[in-house]
């Protein structure tokens, strides 16, 4: 009889229990966010890279991500807030960071921002040579120099 009610105990318990969601990596997390975006499911796929974002503060591909998904939702002054963020972590990767914020700055100060991003797009076309990622880059490289020119 005591071994029937350890065993309802035991039951209760696990029905008490909550069902915690294993936890997704950071790699599955983006993934996720950006089907969502694909799916112009925007709040959602914010949603999933907050938790990216909330998983770890210092990952720019999640706060770029979070910022495109701001933009894209016209929240302007969050997406610049994770653009900076992602500038200080790293100052010297990444170009995109910096054509948007080219973007929604002025004067000078675009033109600074588009000069970044060019250096890191000349960093990154140093490392991958006659590719055709080096083709794509090369194009990027162009479109911000004509943007600097209607600054």
Do not use: H, W
């Amino acid at each position: 009889m005591g071994s029937r009610r350890a065993k309802n105990a035991k039951r209760n318990l696990k029905k008490a229990e909550p069902q915690s969601k294993p936890e997704l990596t950071m790699d599955q997390l983006l993934a996720k966010a950006q089907e969502f975006m694909d799916d112009n499911n925007y709040e959602t796929a914010l949603q999933v890279v907050t938790q990216a974002v909330n998983q770890d503060s210092n990952n720019t591909q999640a706060l770029l991500l979070a910022a495109i998904l701001q933009l894209e939702m016209g929240n302007i002054e969050p997406a610049i807030n994770c653009l900076l963020r992602c500038t200080e972590i790293s100052p010297d990767r990444g170009f995109e960071k910096y054509m948007y914020l080219g973007q929604f700055t002025v004067e000078l100060e675009s033109v600074r921002y588009y000069q970044l991003g060019i250096d890191a797009l000349q960093r990154d076309l140093e490392e991958l040579k006659d590719s055709e990622q080096a083709a794509v880059l090369k194009r990027k490289m162009a479109e911000a120099y004509v943007a600097m020119t209607e600054v």
